[in-house]
């Protein structure tokens, strides 16, 4: 079966992803349902179920109105602040869409917040406010270990994975990642070309995994190289992975 997955753009910078067959549709984080009825509506596609990584309003807030609406399934991590009438995943859960030939599989990412969940399969991974782009998100109620275990998790993924992160942060990202290693001649190149996309109001998103282990400053806490470059800005050592990740995350969010 062949799919079409498509970012309806919502809010200042989210993305809403649909995944469609042509006549069943699956949507990753509805923080809006408006957007999403219109695009069912014009491709004249049946909302088959809803994925959800995780509580924030802007990932959850259309969830009651398509549920109500469309009579649909939402998979969603143990989490009361997540609306609607819930099928709960955890670590290791299978969602089954039988009628889609997909099966994700759950992996639980706890960092951004504590029951954040990404869901993967063999082509894709939908990873919420986990994994951005050339970035990660904001710690609002992991700890350093928790969340530098959960980009762990996601690093030992294959390569060639297409990464749907669900917002388009990815310019600033790289800014970020610039000012860290400013001789890095691959993050300046890559930049160069989402400059170029964005420009073109194309969005920077699906990313690929291998080419997020290769620049991505959140994914190479491990690397001798990054750790030089956060030790000489923050003046002191870093001899590991946590300390590297927690440095970077405080430096992010300051930037
Ligand atoms: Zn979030």
């Given at each position: 079966m062949s799919f079409q997955i498509t970012p309806i753009p919502a809010f200042n910078d989210n993305y809403i992803w649909v995944i469609d067959n042509g006549q069943l549709a699956v949507v990753v984080?509805?923080?809006?349902?408006a957007h999403v009825d219109q695009f069912l509506s014009a491709k004249q596609l049946h909302l088959h179920s809803i994925l959800i990584t995780h509580h924030h309003w802007d990932h959850v807030n259309g969830v009651e109105s398509l549920q109500q609406q469309h009579a649909c399934p939402v998979y969603a991590p143990?989490?009361?602040r997540i609306p609607g009438q819930c099928t709960v995943v955890q670590e290791g859960s299978l969602v089954e869409l039988t009628e889609l030939g997909l099966q994700f599989q759950v992996l639980e990412t706890p960092?951004?917040?504590?029951t954040h969940v990404c869901y993967v399969n063999q082509d894709w991974l939908f990873c919420g406010d986990t994994l951005f782009s050339m970035g990660c998100g904001r710690m609002f109620e992991g700890k350093p270990n928790q969340f530098n275990h959960s980009l762990n998790k996601i690093k030992?993924?294959?390569?060639d994975l297409k990464v749907f992160c669900t917002h388009e942060y990815t310019l600033s990202n790289l800014q970020f990642a610039r000012h860290l290693e400013p001789d890095n001649a691959d993050i300046a190149a890559f930049e160069a070309q989402i400059q170029a996309s964005r420009q073109a109001?194309?969005?920077?998103?699906?990313?690929?995994l291998g080419l997020e282990k290769q620049l991505n400053p959140f994914l190479r806490t491990d690397q001798a190289e990054l750790r030089q470059a956060v030790a000489q800005i923050q003046g002191s050592a870093i001899t590991d992975e946590v300390t590297c990740f927690a440095h970077i995350r405080a430096l992010k969010d300051q930037f």
């Open positions: 984080d509805p923080g809006v349902a143990a989490d009361e960092g951004h917040t504590l030992s993924l294959p390569d109001n194309q969005p920077s998103l699906p990313s690929q």
